[in-house]
């Protein structure tokens, strides 16, 4: 059984930061892609940042430069630093890791919400 755990987010004002954590656990075999979505009210999920296949990161173009994903293999965990935070940055930010536990599969995590006001 795997189980992807989201922490973090909160209420910040603009130009503020959070920092989110993600944790994936259980019959892991390996972690191919692991990063961050958010999905704001009214809009489609989107991808925020990852971690590739190929190990690379990629970022929407709205939060490069701001937005920092990290990750630790060791404890099959990633990081999101957000500094300089919008009011456009409010969602609900969940985690994703595309993994092998007898097959390959998307595991979620839970989501956590974060909010920025102006």
């Known amino acids: 059984q795997v189980h992807v755990v989201n922490f973090g987010g909160g209420l910040v004002q603009a130009g503020g930061s959070l920092r989110l954590s993600c944790a994936a656990s259980?019959?892991?075999?390996?972690?191919?892609?692991m990063g961050w979505y958010r999905q704001a009210p009214g809009k489609q999920r989107e991808l925020v940042a990852e971690?590739?296949?190929?190990?690379?990161?990629n970022y929407a173009d709205s939060v490069k430069g701001r937005f920092t994903i990290s990750r630790d293999n060791a404890k099959n965990t990633v990081y999101l630093q957000m500094n300089s935070l919008k009011p456009e940055d409010t969602g609900r930010y969940s985690c994703?890791?595309?993994?092998?536990?007898?097959?390959?599969?998307?595991?979620w995590g839970q989501g956590t919400q974060v909010t920025v006001s102006s």
């Open positions: 971690f590739t296949s190929g190990g690379s990161t």
């Open positions: 259980g019959s892991i075999f390996t972690i191919n892609a």
């Open positions: 994703k890791a595309h993994l092998w536990a007898g097959t390959w599969h998307d595991y």
